[in-house]
């Protein structure tokens, strides 16, 4: 369990985590159900391993109460589950520290947020490299850069491999990233989906491929 509102520690911390080859779900607390959860706790995938699945403020929500029970379970399956929350109260503390190890990241000083380069993040993906686009996406989020301008940038890189050829997508697959995009774009600014969440599960999903 990961607390605090220093987002890069977090996330550095969530890198050395999960390893490179490693399946990761990622779910936000607007995204996700008790029995989702416990979907995942009975998880795995065709090749005998466990996926990492990452929880979002999923603990502030006052529909999914852990009990004991709930949280033994959790404890107890072979999936590693991830909980980031940017607060936990004492009350909170006391209750999980049974069953989680808990990381505090907080900052008692706010400091000025430097301004992510999005352009790495295109990089990453160029190279199909999972593990480093996400956390460059993570980072980039919790830094205020606007999920628009991040898929401008992949959108703008997947088009310049269609034009110039790479060994590491086929070309098929360059279109359909590039109409996903699109489609992703419209459908967040018509209020159907979170930009910034479907815009993760967009790069989990085409660099698991």
């Known amino acids: ?60 929500n006052e529909e999914i109460v852990l009990s004991k029970e709930d949280l033994e379970i959790l404890m107890k399956s072979s999936v590693i589950f991830v909980f980031f929350e940017e607060k936990l109260l004492s009350a909170d503390l006391k209750k999980y520290q049974k069953y989680a190890k808990i990381e505090d990241f907080s900052s008692s000083t ?23 686009t996400w956390m460059l996406y993570r980072d980039a989020i919790s830094l205020g850069t606007p999920p628009e301008e991040i898929s401008g940038i992949i959108f703008w890189k997947i088009k310049s491999m269609i034009l110039t050829g790479t060994k590491i997508f086929s070309i098929d697959e360059l279109k359909i990233r590039s109409s996903e995009l699109v489609s992703l774009y419209h459908k967040a600014h018509r209020g159907e989906l979170d930009f910034a969440i479907g815009l993760e599960q ?8």
């Open 110 to 132: 706010t400091k000025q947020l430097p301004k992510m380069n999005v352009f790495n993040i295109a990089d990453a993906f160029s190279r199909k490299d999972k593990m480093t």
């Open 202 to 209: 967009f790069i989990l999903s085409s660099l698991s491929k």
């Open 1 to 60: 369990m990961l607390c605090g509102n220093d987002n890069k520690k977090k996330n550095a911390y969530l890198k050395k985590l999960c390893k490179e080859e490693q399946l990761v779900f990622s779910q936000k607390e607007i995204n996700i159900t008790k029995d989702n959860i416990f979907d995942y706790a009975k998880s795995v995938n065709l090749f005998g391993e466990y996926p990492t699945v990452v929880l979002e403020d999923v603990l502030k």
